[in-house]
């Protein structure tokens, strides 16, 4: 028996006009997962999202909450809660009153709405601020009362629609560990919609990649950034070089590739390749070594010589450009664990080295 | 306040201040001045204090203008009244409609809106006689269909007809205003919270829309309170109206005080009632849009 998904998404299609803003997409969302849908803006998905929530039917496909069909039912009658991008709290009601609304809706006790209310203002850390407006607070307590009035009504799933987006940096990044902490505790399903690479890697289970209307990949954070599908999802989700070359033989999942004139490397490759073919080798930044010239590199690795055109000192690393050959650039970022004087420094001839698990052959 | 400012504010508020006494505060302290002097018999006025115009207004005994007068204000007020749900009623669906419309529609339907302001509303009441007569378009049409003709004109029915028509251009635009303000987000937010169509519409729409509501509402009733034009042409002077009487006082019965004195009546009530009703309104108010 297939397992029943808290929420699922079969061939969902939706257009507007003759605008495509979702491309036939498929997914199921395990209950208690803590799902990203990540793109960039105009990917299509705050339209998942809103499709999930009721607000927009989708133009074919359909849509199963906890197994049921649910394209047809209006918002009201989905026991999804959403978390809006710009919080959308009542401002002529109090917070107390905004974070009551839903409890009010469903026609609970006055005793057991005022009790569920003060829990919630409990969980998100702002127990006085019941009798206060919207106005009187700050980005980071709206955002958090918006949180508190989706989840007071402890629904089958939390959508969140960039929930984070209009808050600064430091703030932002606390209320992604706490909101993580958050969901843990209540065990409810969240789908998170983000532009923000950074956020989905650390709060997600698993990530959902979308360009264009489709997604691209699905997969936990460690298999979207450690084995991209394709070159949007490797350049989308953190720093990646790109070299193009011809990809001469593949056996397995093990591809040899030649890059520029005279570099030949071995490479990961999750697709089988018959004969030859122009291809994208992806290696990560933090992920390419740098030794004295004449080095032999690590166990296993790949050692190539190489020449620093630029050192560039980042703090807790430093950012290299090396040439291999003329026109064959790589970015490397090296952790400054020695001492200053032990970097290298520009047109300095260095050895440079991978495994070959780090590079990625990506057929475009 | 710096010299600079104090004379920049001089003159921006000028102009404005300027018209305002001119054409607006004296002829009121002319009403009220007026109100207690002795009436001149060819009409105009004497120039001697005198209270007996509000005596005669209040004047328990004798004559039954009290009661009249009383009738009369009840009656004003309740068209005013009247006038003022039905073009809400009809207003708020219409405003609403053309919040929704793309921002280059909107400008369209409020043009439309105001379309009938570029005719005298004058001859747009005598338009609405030939309309409502007995001989008239609606019920020739109305035979023409087959039906009975009906008894429009000089009827309370006629009176209301007119006023909505002519009041509701003035309830349109403040509810639009407040309504194309509102934040869509926010249905959506009801919506998703378990709200049905009638709940997101009580709780709120309809008090983030309620300053539309209330400006709306002040903008007609007042007017209406003091309408003349209408009450005359389409209710044939049998539903006689505030101005009716004004009109009468100033008019045929050349009593200047005595007309000045009921304006300044009804101005007084008037007053207290819209401060008490736009003071509970800005107490609901206080949500800091």
């Given amino acids: ?364 | 306040m710096t010299a600079r400012r104090k004379s920049l504010l001089a003159i921006l508020l000028g102009p404005g201040a300027f018209w305002i006494g001119l054409f607006f505060l004296i002829p009121l302290i002319l009403v009220v001045v007026y109100s207690f002097l002795e009436r001149r018999s060819g009409g105009g006025v004497l120039w001697h204090f005198s209270l007996d115009a509000y005596i005669k207004l209040f004047s328990p005994t004798g004559e039954t203008l009290i009661n009249d007068f009383m009738m009369i204000v009840l009656r004003s007020l309740w068209w005013a009244a009247l006038t003022s749900f039905v073009c809400l009623i009809i207003g708020y669906p219409l405003a609403f409609f053309i919040a929704l419309q793309p921002p280059s529609h909107r400008t369209a339907y409020l043009f439309f809106v105001l379309i009938p302001f570029w005719t005298n509303f004058l001859v747009r009441t005598y338009a609405w006689k030939f309309i409502l007569n007995n001989n008239g378009l609606l019920n020739n049409l109305l035979q023409a269909l087959g039906m009975n003709r009906i008894a429009l004109i000089n009827t309370p029915t006629a009176v209301l007809i007119g006023l909505v028509y002519g009041s509701l251009p003035f309830m349109v635009l403040p509810l639009y205003a407040s309504i194309e303000k509102l934040d869509f987000d926010l249905v959506e937010a009801a919506q998703d919270l378990g709200a049905n169509y009638v709940r997101v519409f009580s709780r709120v729409i309809l008090p983030l829309t309620m300053p539309g509501i209330v400006a709306g509402i002040v903008l007609v009733f007042i007017p209406v309170s003091g309408q003349y034009i209408v009450p005359t042409i389409l209710g044939g002077g049998k539903v006689a109206m505030l101005g009716n009487l004004l009109a009468q006082q100033f008019g045929p019965a050349l009593n200047w005080p005595f007309g000045s004195a009921i304006a300044v009546v009804f101005m007084a009530l008037l007053m207290v009632g819209v401060i008490f009703y736009l003071r509970g309104d800005a107490r609901e108010e206080e949500v800091g849009l």
């Avoid at chain 1, 790589?330 to 420094?345: D, G």
Wanted: proline share 5%.
């Fill in chain 1, 1 to 364: 028996m297939a397992e029943i998904y808290d929420v699922e998404l079969r061939n969902v299609t939706k257009k507007f006009g003759d605008f495509t803003a979702v491309k036939d997409i498929s997914l199921g969302v395990h209950k208690g997962e803590f799902f990203s849908l990540l793109g960039p803006s105009g990917c299509g998905k705050t339209t998942n999202l809103r499709m999930i929530a009721g607000f927009e039917a989708p133009t074919s496909g359909e849509i199963f909450l906890d197994g049921q069909p649910v394209s047809q039912l209006p918002p009201f009658k989905r026991n999804v809660n959403t978390v809006f991008q710009n919080y959308a709290l009542f401002p002529h009601l109090t917070v107390a009153e905004n974070v009551a609304f839903g409890l009010e809706m469903k026609g609970l006790g006055k005793d057991e709405i005022r009790k569920r209310v003060a829990d919630a203002l409990e969980m998100v850390r702002l127990p006085d601020s019941g009798a206060k407006k919207p106005h009187q607070l700050s980005g980071g307590q709206r955002q958090r009362i918006a949180l508190a009035r989706a989840i007071v009504n402890r629904p089958q799933v939390l959508l969140l629609d960039e929930p984070l987006g209009a808050l600064d940096l430091k703030l932002r990044k606390a209320m992604q560990l706490e909101l993580k902490e958050l969901q843990r505790q209540l065990g409810i399903t969240f789908v998170f919609v983000t532009h923000d690479q950074e956020e989905a890697l650390v709060m997600s289970d698993r990530i959902g990649v979308m360009n264009h209307g489709e997604l691209l990949q699905v997969g936990t954070p460690e298999e979207i950034y450690d084995r991209p599908a394709n070159r949007f999802v490797a350049d989308f989700i953190g720093d990646t070089n790109f070299l193009p070359c011809r990809v001469t033989e593949c056996q397995g999942e093990v591809a040899w590739v030649q890059v520029g004139q005279g570099i030949r490397v071995k490479a990961a490759c999750d697709q089988a390749v018959s004969g030859e073919r122009q291809a994208t080798l992806a290696i990560r930044p933090e992920k390419i070594h740098l030794h004295p010239a004449g080095s032999a590199g690590g166990q296993g690795e790949d050692v190539f010589p190489g020449r620093i055109e630029e050192a560039v000192f980042m703090g807790t690393d430093t950012r290299y450009v090396v040439e291999l050959e003329p026109g064959v650039q790589l970015v490397v970022r090296y952790q400054n664990v020695n001492a200053a004087t032990e970097r290298f420094r520009e047109g300095e001839t260095v050895a440079v080295s991978w495994r070959p698990i780090s590079a990625r052959v990506l057929l475009s």
